[in-house]
């Protein structure tokens, strides 16, 4: 965990940016527009929302929510699995309507696409960040920390 606001912010960059080089690959693939150049349109401004919502609004609440729930507080595991459930649906919940307005047509049921498209980034999304994106910006975050440590 970051033990202050660099290493935050060190930490935020690195989960985001992964996070949405996974998810736009993904949607891409999905809905068969997957480029090399389509894929670095959409990285800025994606990265840019997503940071904005993942700094602003969805991080902040998830670590509350999270630190309410009847867990035990002293283990990793169970605090690193709540902010990380907490964060991904509150992420796709934003990024979803993100996805939406960057289609080239709005579709005529925005409702159903919304949750259609929901479902299918959270099924993405969750075992992306449990299984890969997580785990290397904890490793990033340790070999920095390691470095800043032995710098003392």
């Known amino acids: 965990m970051p033990r202050n606001k660099k290493e935050g912010i060190i930490f935020g960059v690195t989960m985001c940016f992964l996070m949405v080089c996974g998810m736009s690959t993904y949607n891409l693939a999905l809905v068969g527009k997957l480029s090399f150049a389509k894929f670095v349109i959409g990285l800025i401004p994606g990265f840019i929302v997503a940071f ?4 602003v609004i969805v991080g902040p609440v998830a670590k509350k ?6 867990i035990n507080k002293n283990s990793k595991l169970q605090i690193i699995l709540a902010i990380s459930l907490l964060m991904v649906t509150g992420m796709v919940t934003f990024m979803s309507i993100f996805g939406l307005l960057m289609r080239p047509e709005i579709p005529q049921n925005i ?3 919304y949750f259609i498209g929901w479902g299918m980034n959270f ?4 075992p992306l960040q ?9 490793l990033k975050l340790q070999m920095l920390q390691r470095y800043f440590d032995s710098k003392i």
Do not use: E, M, Q
């Open 52 to 55: 904005f919502f993942d700094t």
């Open 65 to 70: 929510i999270a630190f309410k729930l009847p």
């Open 111 to 113: 409702v159903s696409a």
């Open 123 to 126: 099924i993405a999304a969750l």
């Open 130 to 138: 449990l299984l890969i994106v997580g785990p290397i910006s904890r």
